[in-house]
């Protein structure tokens, strides 16, 4: 990557950053959501069931997704670390803690699916036993979700940050991705502390990230970086 230029290095990113976005969608936004009722084992193990190849992609998409979320962090990093290189650091260790969240809670996942299914051998349990353990497992694999996007929120600061300090981006764009990340931290510690208030603001907090981050994967697969002049690029080169 070292050899790639600026832009094709952006549009890399971007389209690692669009991955990232159809496999987490898919896995969280969809399959998740799907399978888990919360406080409802019967339904919950019912769904899991009657969906088991589903729950397997979706565990699948979970880790394609930290997978290309890594890779994204690298390619930015490489991008922007000579802006100011700590910052750049600290964005690639939210992101390596997003991911490991994660993966582990795709586990919790995985592992709700082999007892709903038999795979774990569970009769010991009786029938209402095992489908209060694939709930307990769903649930930490949701709340594990939740916390893992504290992280997925906070590595948009010193995103945004950089992109701003760059002058390859939009300034408008990288404040918004720091507000963006302000509005996740919220969002996800209401739903800790004040679930009942939580419900009431998650589609408001929602709407800036829904906007900051299409609008980073837009501007990276089509623009890439604001034209730089000879100079800059010297100085990004021995950077």
Excluded at 29 to 40: L, T
Excluded at 136 to 160: E, M, R, T, V
Aim: net charge neutral.
């Amino acid at each position: 990557m070292m050899m790639t230029s600026p832009k094709r290095l952006a549009r890399i990113a971007g389209f690692l950053y669009l991955l990232v976005g159809i496999f987490g969608g898919f896995a969280e936004g969809y399959v998740e959501p799907k399978m888990y009722v919360a406080g409802n084992a019967a339904a919950t193990a019912a769904n899991v069931v009657a969906n088991a190849g589903l729950v397997r992609m979706g565990v699948v998409a979970d880790l394609l997704d930290g997978t290309f979320f890594v890779f994204l962090a690298l390619a930015l990093y490489i991008l922007l670390k000579h802006v100011h290189q700590s910052t750049a650091r600290a964005m690639l260790v939210l992101v390596i803690l997003a991911t490991g969240i994660t993966c582990l809670s795709a586990l919790f996942e995985f592992e709700g699916l082999r007892v709903a299914t038999g795979a774990v051998d569970m009769a010991a349990f009786g029938a209402a036993g095992s489908s209060a353990l694939v709930l307990l497992l769903l649930d930490a694999q949701h709340y594990g979700l939740l916390i893992a996007q504290i992280f997925f929120g906070l590595w948009l600061a010193p995103l945004g940050y950089l992109a701003y300090r760059s002058g390859w981006f939009p300034k408008a764009l990288a404040v918004v991705l720091v507000v963006a990340s302000a509005s996740y931290i919220v969002d996800l510690h209401a739903a800790f502390l004040f679930p009942d208030i939580a419900k009431a603001i998650h589609g408001y907090a929602a709407i800036l990230p829904a906007v900051a981050e299409p609008s980073m994967v837009l501007y990276l697969l089509v623009i890439g970086v604001k034209t730089m002049k000879p100079t800059d690029e010297r100085i990004l080169a021995a950077a």
